[in-house]
């Protein structure tokens, strides 16, 4: 079974930095797409960053040229280093990977709470 866990969450001022991790563990062939989304209340889950088993990254338009994604596949890890934050940057952070093993698909992370206070 795979499971992925997240962590590095927290309460930050603006301006301020923080460092999310997902490390997915079971039973894994190979994981092609690795991403972050988020939640904040009353919206829908929205993309932040993506970034495929080649290396090619996607960001959103809100994130570009403050978040910076990359993965280390020796571990099935996914990074989200998030720099420049602001109070709209607060919101639940989620990491979704595309997963090749005995059961196939996207699988989530149980999601970590980012608070950025103006």
């Known amino acids: 079974q795979v499971q992925l866990v997240e962590s590095g969450g927290g309460l930050v001022q603006a301006g301020g930095s923080l460092r999310l991790s997902c490390a997915a563990s079971?039973?894994?062939?190979?994981?092609?797409?690795m991403g972050w989304y988020r939640q904040s209340a009353g919206k829908p889950r929205e993309l932040v960053a993506r970034i495929t088993s080649g290396g090619t990254i996607t960001y959103s338009d809100s994130v570009k040229g403050r978040f910076s994604i990359s993965r280390d596949n020796a571990k099935n890890t996914v990074y989200l280093q998030m720099n420049s934050l602001k109070p709209e940057d607060t919101a639940v952070y989620y990491c979704?990977?595309?997963?090749?093993?005995?059961?196939?698909?996207?699988?989530w992370g149980q999601g970590t709470q980012v608070t950025v206070s103006s």
């Open positions: 979704l990977m595309e997963v090749i093993a005995g059961t196939s698909g996207g699988y």
């Open positions: 079971g039973s894994i062939f190979r994981i092609n797409d």
